[in-house]
């Protein structure tokens, strides 16, 4: 089934679920609108499948999968218009006004990833030591949901129009893409597959795109492992690519101090 006709098929089956006003189908609605919202993402992604991999894409969960959209179009949450027009010669002007051919809806990542969350808490057991948060009326925020999700539900367009540069990762061998407006936005591409952050400068005319990310010599095989800063904690683990040790990421100092409260100033008169 395509990513646009299960979107609607999920749609539908939240909404006749919600509209039988049984408390204990919540749970299936919960459900329902999370397929929804899966298929969503993945009709958007389908547009970057060039760039983005399928087996990549399919690691991810939805808004995690759409933010690593934005790493490579930082403009992939904004809603844009198609036109067109006919020209009487390559980058001349247009012979008459443009023509809107359709508008893709997009939807924002921080509305996904708080969207998923809340949906998600659904689909879990009430146990008795948790201390759930209450977010209200539970038919209210489904019946939100629906309504944020209907746009996307009448519109199936979706488009992806930009000039891109690539490049080979250093380190993984995975291709990095970056858009040009959004390499002039962030300064900087990231491979999608090992998450290593590149750099870049002009040279001769041409981006060159350089590792600035910490490095470990591996204790086996004595190569430089690059870390990815952005994953970077304590726990954190890794291995060396070319020998496969593994390594873990720790904090090996922690101490205590005593907080000791300033003095007020003292003005003598």
């Known amino acids: 089934m395509r990513p646009t006709d299960e979107k609607v098929q999920a749609y539908n089956a939240a909404k006749e679920l919600l509209a039988q006003g049984k408390d204990e189908l919540f749970r299936y609605v ?26 990549l894409a399919r690691t991810w969960q939805p808004p ?31 012979k ?17 990833t708080d969207t998923w969350n809340k949906l998600g808490s659904d689909l879990h057991a009430n146990w008795p030591y948790s201390r759930k948060t209450e977010r209200g009326d539970s038919r209210e925020f489904y019946e939100r949901v629906l309504s944020e999700l209907e746009p996307f539900l009448a519109n ?18 995975q291709t990095v ?11 900087h591409a990231t491979c999608l597959n ?6 870049h400068r002009e040279q001769d005319g041409a981006p060159y795109f350089f590792l600035e990310e910490p490095s470990i010599e591996c204790v086996e095989c004595h190569k430089q492992i690059y870390v990815p ?17 593994q390594f873990r990421a720790v904090v090996d100092r922690w101490g205590v101090q005593r907080l000791v409260e300033a003095a007020p100033n003292v003005v003598e008169s």
């Open 30 to 55: 919960a459900l329902e609108l999370r397929r929804c919202i899966e298929a969503l993402v993945y009709e958007k992604l389908e547009a970057y499948r060039k760039w983005i991999s399928e087996k």
């Open 64 to 94: 995690q999968a759409f933010k690593a959209l934005l790493e490579i179009d930082p403009g992939g949450q904004d809603d844009g218009a198609f036109a067109v027009a006919a020209q009487e010669q390559l980058d001349g002007p247009p």
């Open 96 to 112: 008459m006004p443009f023509r809107v051919i359709g508008t893709d809806r997009r939807p924002r990542v921080k509305w996904l």
């Open 156 to 173: 199936h367009f979706t488009a992806a129009m930009t000039n891109t540069i690539d490049f080979k990762c250093s380190e993984c061998g």
């Open 177 to 187: 893409v970056i858009s040009q407006e959004g390499l002039k936005l962030a300064g």
């Open 194 to 199: 090992c998450w290593l952050r590149y750099s």
């Open 229 to 245: 800063s952005a994953e970077l904690k304590d726990g954190y683990e890794f291995q060396c690519r070319n020998c496969n040790t």
